[in-house]
């Protein structure tokens, strides 16, 4: 049996989407419940659905033994675990927005929101800026607009939030797609049943 | 009871118990930070004013106590930690031999290594790499040591799609690409990875360090260990003190490694011991107790409660039999509150008999 983490929402509903072109399905997911596990006994499968940012917490602790999880969640957590496949879904960037005139003055200290503060201090650390960071949890857009922050790091899909606020992206961070990973101790336990697993997919993202 | 089967095992292979006191000076683990893996410290100034830690690691003292001699130790200790942000106190036990490590004297310390994983559960898997092999690798595929740390760290996570990333920014050769590729995917028995390895197109550096590899893994099967090693390059561990095989072991259950160790003759040398060489292991013993040992549901097994009109000489025999027997039993009056929890409750009744109690 091999215990799948997913993300709740559309990322999850592609990885899953997936993960049954493969061959691990399980038709009782897509049944519209508040369940949070479902088992295929067939397939010798089970899921779980959590929040995304909790998906490499399940993995590494091994409460799940893979699971898939965007490469934001890998960069922000660092958690330690094998990072086996680039899935190519969900794909966007991590960026440095504000307004589009935004000027940069190195005599103060830049003001950056996010939802990322690890990688938001690793980035600017790398360029020598002195930064102070605001972690918010949602609507980061907000705090250019509202003079609480001089500019955000955060997701960029398509722009359009961004737009739609007058604000615009600046700087691209990194490229970010969805990864499948496993705990480091079920891999090796698991070793043939979560090989398969991995080749499965790999050989289903070849053909498309 | 794990750790009197541990230390038998140790002594058994003419090992000698290590004990020291419970800190040392702070400079000693200030000046090998990155050998602890960060975390803060326990620290306290003395008596005279200096400044003191409370042990988070006890090989460092070991090879500062070493006199340049062979030396072959184990210990069990508590050491101090910072632990997800707070500190705990966890129990290692651990063997380490110092002094110049031959291939005889290596693979003696990772036939301890499994046969400790052994004493816990049947199902375990212990895990090797050769640090030396995968840095002349790399060395020998002329890459800067930014991007060769960018690659450990790569294999430690068995990250493919980011080592391309190199190739993208051509950096990386593709058929280097292709040998790290190989390196990565290698998951089994020893010697069956070492033959795969031994296929690749390596150079001079790494093949001379694959011997010697291959020379411990025919030393080990004599030990009669090579079935349950696998050779795994995604163990990685820090360069600055390890220099040549390093191993990790596991335990179904448990989703941390448990045991984990190496050669590392790089710590004595910074310590200003250049020509002492040392190879060790320490085992968790926190993470036993966490996943391993069965859950308890029950603080005593009977709790027999009395009343003001009871025979206290009678019950005394009673108990005294149900004790004998292995039963936990707490004797306490009707009136008492109390929140244990016991498998059985009864209420003493004068004449009351052990078969009446266990029906």
């Not at chain 1, 049944?31 to 590494?60: C, G, H």
């Amino acid at each position: 049996m091999i215990d799948i983490a997913l993300p709740k929402g559309r990322l999850g509903e592609q990885a899953y989407a997936l993960l049954a072109q493969a061959g691990y399905e399980c038709p009782s997911i897509l049944e519209k419940n508040r369940k949070l596990i479902f088992e295929n006994l067939e397939k010798q499968v089970r899921y779980f659905l959590v929040k995304p940012t909790d998906v490499s917490v399940y993995v590494e602790r091994g409460a799940a033994d893979v699971g898939i999880v965007g490469k934001d969640i890998l960069l922000e957590y660092a958690p330690q675990v094998y990072e086996l496949l680039d899935l190519g879904l969900g794909k966007c960037r991590i960026c440095v927005a504000g307004y589009e005139d935004f000027y940069d003055n190195r005599d103060k200290v830049l003001r950056v929101a996010t939802k990322f503060p690890n990688i938001a201090r690793r980035y600017y650390q790398q360029k020598s800026r002195d930064i102070e960071i605001i972690k918010l949890n949602g609507s980061i857009e907000l705090a250019p607009i509202l003079g609480l922050s001089d500019v955000i790091v955060d997701i960029v899909e398509t722009g359009k939030t961004l737009q739609e606020n007058q604000l615009a992206p600046l700087e691209t961070i990194t490229e970010i797609s969805a990864r499948f990973i496993s705990n480091k101790v079920s891999f090796k336990f698991k070793n043939k049943e979560i090989g398969k697993l991995q080749e499965t997919l790999k050989q289903t993202l070849l053909k498309g | 009871m794990f750790e009197e089967k541990l230390n038998a095992l140790y002594e058994q292979f003419g090992y000698q118990k290590f004990r020291m006191s419970h800190f040392e000076e702070y400079d000693l683990y200030a000046q090998n930070r990155p050998f602890l893996g960060g975390g803060h410290l326990i620290t306290f100034s003395d008596i005279d004013g200096s400044l003191k830690a409370l042990k988070p690691d006890i090989t460092i003292s070991i090879i500062k106590n070493n006199d340049g001699k062979s030396e072959k130790v184990y210990y069990n200790e508590n050491v101090y930690r910072e632990v997800n942000g707070s500190y705990q106190e966890m129990l290692q036990v651990g063997v380490e031999s110092v002094g110049n490590p031959d291939i005889y004297a290596q693979a003696e310390v990772i036939a301890l290594a499994l046969q400790s994983l052994k004493v816990f559960s049947p199902e375990y898997i212990l895990d090797i790499s050769d640090i030396g092999f995968l840095g002349f690798v790399l060395e020998e595929m002329e890459l800067s040591s930014s991007v060769q740390e960018e690659i450990f760290r790569c294999f430690s996570q068995k990250n493919m799609p980011e080592i391309d990333l190199f190739v993208k920014k051509g950096i990386l050769k593709a058929s280097d690409r292709e040998i790290l590729k190989r390196l990565m995917e290698i998951y089994g028995p020893l010697e069956e990875g070492i033959a795969q390895v031994e296929a690749l197109p390596l150079k001079q550096k790494a093949r001379k360090e694959l011997e010697n590899l291959k020379m411990l893994a025919k030393v080990l099967t004599a030990f009669g260990t090579e079935a349950g090693i696998c050779l795994d390059f995604s163990l990685v561990n820090s360069m600055d003190y390890y220099n040549g095989v390093i191993f990790q072991g596991f335990l179904k259950g448990v989703p941390y490694p448990v045991l984990s160790g190496g050669r590392y003759d790089n710590l004595p040398k910074r310590m200003g011991k250049p020509a002492t060489g040392a190879i060790g292991f320490a085992i968790t013993m926190e993470l036993i107790t966490q996943y391993l040992e069965q859950r308890k549901f029950f603080d005593a097994d009977i709790r027999m409660r009395y009343e003001d009109s009871c025979d206290f000489a009678r019950m005394t025999e009673l108990v005294t039999t149900l004790r004998a027997g292995g039963k936990q039993v707490r004797c306490e009056h009707v009136g008492t509150e109390s929140s244990m929890r016991c498998l059985k409750q009864i209420v003493y009744r004068n004449g009351m008999r052990a078969e009446e109690v266990m029906q």
